[in-house]
C-alpha cells in the first residue's frame, strides 16, 4: 500500500509541474488517504501482532 501512496505522490508531482492542477490534487488527495490507512494498518499490526504472539 506504500508504494500506491508513493506512485500517487510522484503523480501529483508530476502534474503539479506540467500545470494539471486538478489532476495533481485528486492525486495528492488519493496519495494521503491511502497513507493514512497503511498508518492504521501498520499500527493495528504491531499491537495484535505483539498480543498474540506465544
Do not use: D, N, Q, Y
Amino acid at each position: 500500500m506504500l508504494r500506491w501512496t508513493v506512485t500517487f505522490i510522484i503523480l501529483a508531482i508530476i502534474a503539479a509541474l506540467l500545470g494539471f492542477g486538478g489532476i495533481a490534487a485528486g492525486a495528492a488527495s488519493i496519495a494521503k488517504i491511502l497513507f493514512f490507512v497503511f498508518l492504521v494498518l501498520f499500527v493495528l499490526s504491531l499491537i495484535f501482532g505483539k498480543r498474540f504472539r506465544p
